[in-house]
């Protein structure tokens, strides 16, 4: 089993290999960040099967079980059989231990590119834990993964990390405009409008940006 634990920054994590696969644990104020396990499955299908919590989060439409079951292979065996850092995460209430999300980082089809996404019970929204969640996966633990000399894909390293908001969502939109990410296009995707945000993560932008994030409310975006 190898484990590092970085606690230089506001998120404490920790890698390990558990089974065969690798396991990411990301500890911030308010949450628990785990890779997903099976065990989160039948808690995944309620989560994305609400309406009221997809209504801005890719189609707009609440999924069915098998979109669920398809975005587990993509996003949650594939990396984690192939020990890589990346993919689907599942989100906990610290206090509760209550399953309140998922989010993901993972791979786009662009070198050195990276997509983050993410979806909150309606519950846990506007309570600055989406702006937490994303702020410990695109600054904490792409930092976290730099301090390691990770890289992907044949060598590739992470340069950008880009998201993608409904236009209607506001507090998507102020989560990545705080995270310090610059608005690129409006274009459709998923048949939706989408904003598109990208942000350089570079060791020496994350360092210059370390204390100028702000706590908003919370929504989903994709």
């Not at 558990?18 to 644990?25: G, H, M, N």
């Not at 808690?43 to 669920?68: I, M, R, S």
């Not at 979806?119 to 989406?130: A, D, K, M, N, P």
């Amino acid at each position: 089993m190898n484990c590092f634990i970085e606690n230089k920054i506001k998120s404490l994590i920790k890698t390990e290999e558990i089974e065969d696969r690798l396991v990411v644990s990301i500890e911030t104020r308010q949450c628990l960040i785990r890779s997903y396990s099976s065990q989160d499955f039948e808690k995944c299908v309620a989560l994305y099967g609400n309406p009221q919590n997809t209504k801005y989060f890719d189609h707009g439409n609440p999924w069915t079980k098998e979109e669920v079951e398809k975005l587990i292979l993509q996003r949650a065996e594939t990396f984690q059989r192939n020990k890589v850092p990346l993919g689907l995460f599942s989100i906990f209430d610290k206090p509760t231990g209550n399953f309140i999300g998922q989010c993901d980082l993972f791979p786009t089809n662009e070198a050195g590119v990276l997509e983050v996404g993410c979806i909150l019970h309606t519950s846990y929204q506007r309570r600055g834990i989406g702006m937490e969640v994303v702020k410990a996966l695109v600054h904490d633990f792409v930092h976290f993964l730099e301090e390691k000399n990770f890289t992907y894909s044949g060598g590739q390293v992470i340069k950008q990390i880009i998201a993608t908001a409904h236009p209607n969502n506001i507090s998507s939109n102020k989560i990545v405009k705080n995270l310090g990410m610059t608005y690129l296009k409006k274009e459709h995707r998923f048949g939706q409008p989408r904003c598109w945000f990208v942000i350089d993560v570079s060791k020496k932008s994350v360092e210059k940006r370390q204390e100028e994030f702000k706590t908003d409310s919370s929504e989903n975006f994709r």
